[in-house]
């Protein structure tokens, strides 16, 4: 008779939560998030040890086929052109008017050669398309195609310098500027003319109306108006 004894689902989680406090303690001491040591953000620090000790920095989100894509809601979108801000809304409804020709895209910090690149520039480099979930923070969740151009692509001919905060998702291969959708150009209501996709984390780090990029190598936590203080992780891996 096997005298190996079955392990019960409380066995597991203790041992688990055992597991990755003390990854919180060794494994990631080089590499913790910025939000580390703050009482209510335990969390952030639970799910980044977890994800940077036991999946690789290049693992891949499951990707999917054409036949999977469902809808897909734009929840929470206000159309840019119709900011409160007249002159954001005057300019946007312009670039809108043009198709984006005249739209640019800074990229700027810790890179060798700041600079603008238009969205015929993002489309000379070499894409990528890839089928997701959107795993969304309310609870659902939607897969679509995404087409774009891969971050890291654009931050090394930028000349990205090796100091940057979070280098591992910014340079995971699917991690990308999409500039289209289930094969068409993005949509307003999801971002146009390009939005950044980050498969690793959830929907609300996948931004849209991407429009400049600033590398650092210090945490800015948006002051008193920015997301941390309104309830939301710094990282929300999944």
């Not at 693992?59 to 897909?72: G, H, V």
């Not at 289209?180 to 003319?193: E, S, V």
């Amino acid at each position: 008779m096997n005298d190996s004894r079955l392990v019960t689902r409380r066995e597991m989680i203790v041992g688990g939560a055992a597991a990755l406090g003390s990854l919180l303690l060794t494994g990631c001491s080089d590499e913790l998030p910025p939000t580390y040591g703050h009482l209510l953000r335990m969390g952030d620090a639970l799910t980044f040890a977890a994800h940077r000790t036991l999946l690789s920095g290049r693992a891949l989100a499951r990707e999917y086929t054409r036949r999977d894509i469902t809808s897909f809601p734009a929840t929470g979108t206000t159309d840019p052109g119709d900011t409160p801000d007249p002159k954001a809304g005057e300019a946007y409804r312009a670039w809108q008017a043009a198709a984006f020709a005249n739209w640019r895209l800074a990229i700027e910090g810790l890179v060798a050669h700041p600079g603008t690149y238009s969205l015929a520039d993002l489309k000379r480099f070499p894409a990528r398309t890839q089928i997701t979930r959107h795993q969304c923070e309310e609870g659902w969740s939607a897969i679509g195609e995404w087409t774009g151009v891969p971050l890291r692509t654009v931050l090394e001919a930028a000349g990205l310098l090796p100091h940057g905060l979070d280098m591992v998702d910014v340079l995971h291969p699917q991690t990308i500027l999409a500039y289209g959708m289930n094969g068409r150009d993005l949509p307003i209501a999801h971002g146009a003319p390009l939005r950044l996709r980050v498969e690793t984390q959830l929907g609300y780090k996948s931004m849209k109306y991407v429009q400049r990029i600033v590398v650092k190598d210090r945490f800015d936590d948006g002051g008193k108006d920015g997301n941390i203080q309104n309830g939301w992780s710094w990282y929300a891996g999944i």
